[in-house]
């Protein structure tokens, strides 16, 4: 079936600390792949997507490239700040009938100042 | 401003009563789905709908009911039939239907069960 492993966390950083999220996904077919965060207290919000092999997707400072070779869609940004403090979702989408959204489990991000 | 509402923020319910969560959203979507996300795992489909009158079941449909009688609401209705319905509850509504859009999320609404 398809499904998305991320990282477990907390990942803890100082600010101004280079940021990478692992993510890998399961998937048959071309699945199109995406990253969301949320913000305390809040909802989700898009950060980036990519929608087929080799596609970077950016945001605010955040990458994620799509590497079918290794089935990976991993984040990253290179100098966090406090601001960025928040969970992120990687996700993928297939091109089938149900149209679903699959999400990791969440990955939480500390950066302290 | 658009967006998605969605209210109460904060649910009590006594075992063994329906209740229902408010999801309104005003960008003229199409697609609006309802997601259940719990401490540590990712978010699970309940159900989505992609048009008015119509909608299908998610991945944890049992135990909740929707109803999509306009386009702007997609009101979820947790039941007693739920075995453990404490949750933080999200709704999202696209364009359209399908994964590739992009899907925009309410505050969300936590539900405790006294």
């Known amino acids: 079936g398809n499904s998305v492993t991320q990282m477990e966390g907390p990942v803890t950083l100082s600010e101004e600390a280079f940021l990478t999220i692992n993510c890998t996904y399961t998937?048959?077919?071309?699945?199109?792949l995406f990253w969301y965060v949320q913000y305390p207290g809040e909802g989700l919000q898009l950060l980036l997507k990519?929608?087929?092999?080799?596609d970077k997707g950016s945001n605010k400072g955040f990458e994620a490239t799509y590497r079918k070779e290794t089935t990976s869609f991993h984040l990253e940004k290179g100098s966090v700040q406090v601001s960025d403090s928040a969970v992120y979702f990687c996700?993928?989408?297939?091109?089938?009938?149900?149209?679903?959204?699959?999400f990791g489990s969440g990955t939480r991000l500390l950066v302290r100042p | 401003d658009g967006g998605i509402t969605q209210s109460p923020k904060y649910l009590f319910r006594k075992e063994g009563q329906n209740v229902t969560l408010s999801c309104e959203q005003n960008l003229n979507h199409d697609a609006m789905y309802w997601y259940r996300q719990d401490p540590g795992q990712g978010l699970r489909l309940i159900y989505y709908s992609q048009i008015v009158n119509d909608f299908q079941k998610g991945d944890i449909a049992e135990g909740y009911s929707v109803s999509r009688e306009k386009k702007e609401s997609f009101p979820l209705t947790v039941t007693s039939a739920q075995k453990n319905p404490t949750a933080f509850y999200l709704c999202?509504?696209?364009?359209?239907?399908?994964?590739?859009?992009?899907?925009?999320f309410g505050p969300g609404t936590r539900l405790t069960v006294l």
């Open positions: 996700a993928l989408a297939r091109m089938d009938s149900s149209y679903k959204l699959i």
């Open positions: 999202a509504s696209s364009i359209e239907g399908g994964g590739l859009n992009e899907q925009f």
């Open positions: 998937a048959t077919g071309y699945p199109s």
């Open positions: 990519a929608t087929k092999a080799d």
